[in-house]
């Protein structure tokens, strides 16, 4: 992670130092008054890493730290090892509850900087709330009033972070995102309320902040029109993909996109679901089967036509016979990817038996060169 951080900082120009550490004190510490270019500090060894820094890294005032530096304090871990009462009572809270964030003793939760103009809803509760229906009605709130705002400004939310900032300090973050730009209340009510299951309330949830983290401008045809018309998004294919990879992730859910192909395998590709992708046209001028084995399966062919057509050919056991074959649909090796494909040719044939099953086999060779492939019959799809 520091490294993809450092690689993104660089690109734009800045020098940078960082560290990654168990507190958020200790990193700020580290990144500005360590040694190295780049610190990670190992897990429970946050208080071996600080020692040695000067006492300004606890980001204190400039007279406390001259205060501390006359009196000899001149290292964090000097202020470790001595009485804490003495210093509290001549620095204040302060001191001792900066290095105390730092160590991970106390919690210091980190505040999201967020820009001026971004969309965003809060509630402040008058009693802490713990309980998955509560969660669920404040969250219904948060979204009808962010879903207000992108309306008016023709926009649809991308991306929603809810923060839930517990009674002890600590935050909660739900993370969800869309496929499509979307300011329909029901669909985003829908994708936060099926995360209340990771928020640990603790002993209760005091504050619920919803930012719209990332927006576009609405669509107003296509998948936008079909969520506007449902009652509640719940037919829609948008909504289906937003649900999926909310709960599995979106690298688990993908679509299949054309691809540059004329190897059958080859003539499709696997697309984040995210992306805009074209449909898939057929680029042959053969048809092609609904269903595509993989790898193709091995068979025996007993008998030939003069054409080379298949007559009779033994399949899972069972002898089938050819009632009519249309074919063959040459498809020759891409040579440009593999030395190996040089020569290599495929003959395909729509074969369709006695008993009115429909096969799509090919045989490896052009059938009369060897050196485009060996002969051998294979099951590719089934029609």
């Keep these: 992670m520091l490294t993809v951080v450092r690689e993104r900082l660089e690109a734009l120009g800045y020098h940078i130092r960082l560290a990654l550490a168990d507190t958020p004190g200790a990193a700020h510490a580290l990144a500005r008054f360590g040694r190295e270019r780049d610190t990670l500090v190992p897990s ?83 009693e802490p ?4 229906e509560a969660l669920a009605v404040v969250i219904a709130e948060l979204v009808d009033e962010i879903s207000e705002i992108l ?31 979307v300011d329909q209340p029901a669909h985003l009510r829908r994708l936060l309320q099926e995360r209340i299951a990771v928020i640990e309330p603790g002993f209760g949830i005091e ?74 046209t057929s680029t042959f001028s053969f048809v092609r089967p609904i269903r595509l084995l993989d790898p193709p399966k091995p068979l025996r062919v007993e008998a030939e036509a003069e054409s080379g057509a298949p007559q009779r050919f033994v399949w899972d056991g069972r002898t089938h016979r050819v009632r009519g074959a249309d074919g063959p649909e040459r498809i020759q090796g891409e040579w440009w990817l593999s030395d190996s494909e040089f020569h290599a040719a495929r003959d395909y044939w729509i074969t369709e038996t006695e008993d009115g099953e429909r096969f799509w086999l090919y045989r490896q060779g052009d059938g009369t060169h060897s050196w485009t492939g060996d002969g051998a019959w294979f099951l590719h799809g089934l029609f």
Excluded: K, W, Y
Aim: aromatic share 2%.
């Design 44 to 126: 429970r060894g946050t208080a071996a890493a600080l020692d040695p820094l000067p006492v300004a890294a606890l980001r204190l005032p400039a007279e406390t730290c001259e205060g501390l530096i006359r009196l000899g304090f001149t290292r964090i871990g000097d202020l470790r090892r001595t009485a804490r009462a003495p210093l509290t009572r001549r620095f204040g809270d302060l001191l001792m509850r900066r290095l105390d964030e730092a160590l991970g003793v106390r919690p210091e939760p980190i505040r999201p900087v967020i820009p001026l103009d971004a969309i965003r809803a809060q509630r402040q509760m008058v």
């Design 207 to 280: 504050v619920m902040t919803l930012t719209v983290s990332h927006h576009e401008a609405r669509q107003t045809t296509g998948d936008q029109t079909v969520l506007e018309r449902g009652q509640d998004g719940g037919g829609d294919l948008a909504c289906l993909v937003d649900r999926l990879c909310n709960r599995v992730g979106a690298a688990r859910v993908f679509r299949l996109a054309p691809r540059a192909s004329q190897i059958p395998e080859r003539a499709q590709a696997q697309s984040p679901v995210t992306q805009d992708a074209a449909e898939p």
């Design 129 to 132: 709330i713990g309980t998955a």
């Design 151 to 181: 309306r008016q400004r023709g926009q649809g939310a991308r991306q929603l972070d809810l923060v839930c900032e517990r009674v002890d300090g600590t935050l909660q973050p739900v993370r969800v995102g869309t496929a499509s730009p």
